[in-house]
């Protein structure tokens, strides 16, 4: 399903492998792209660095986001995705083990689209994982394609 990728921001191989399981698991087969560091996931979404020159008209269905990333945190992604007119209204589900409500004010002030703390067992894990992907790939109205601005 090339038109419903789901974008991984994730630093951590373990948190990374239990995401990937627990997509598999709940038989949400779409086409992942993982991204190890902020400035990557920026490279894919802008077609920039390793990315240069891939199709820009496919953007990610939904992007899990975590915080803590190296080269370029999280919120710093999310500011730029909500800056630039072409991404601004890419969905962003910002997935996390942080506990500061400081970033969950911040996730949603810069337009985080939902804040979700990974839970610490497999079983809610996979079970918050299924609901993200129920919602956000198959009940959620995407904004059409091509379209960037609303009005």
């Not at 990937?20 to 920039?48: C, M, P, S, W």
């Not at 820009?56 to 899990?64: E, K, R, T, Y």
């Not at 803590?68 to 999280?74: E, H, I, Q, S």
Request: cysteine-free; glycine content about 6%; overall charge negative.
């Amino acid at each position: 399903m090339q038109d419903r990728i789901i974008l991984l921001v994730e630093d951590n191989p373990d948190d990374e492998a239990l995401t990937l399981r627990a997509l598999i698991q709940n038989k949400i087969t779409n086409d992942v792209i993982v991204a190890r560091d902020g400035a990557e996931a920026l490279d894919y979404v802008f077609g920039t660095g390793p990315y240069a020159g891939r199709d820009l008209s496919i953007m990610p269905q939904v992007v899990l986001l975590d915080l803590k990333l190296p080269k370029v945190d999280g919120l710093e992604v999310l500011r730029q995705l909500r800056t630039d007119n072409r991404t601004r209204l890419l969905p962003v589900v910002i997935l996390t083990s942080s506990n500061e409500e400081k970033d969950l004010l911040n996730g949603y002030s810069l337009g985080a689209n939902s804040y979700v703390r990974k839970p610490v067992v497999f079983a809610q894990f996979a079970e918050a994982v299924r609901q993200l992907g129920l919602y956000w790939l198959l009940l959620n109205e995407p904004v059409p394609r091509g379209r960037k601005n609303l009005g």
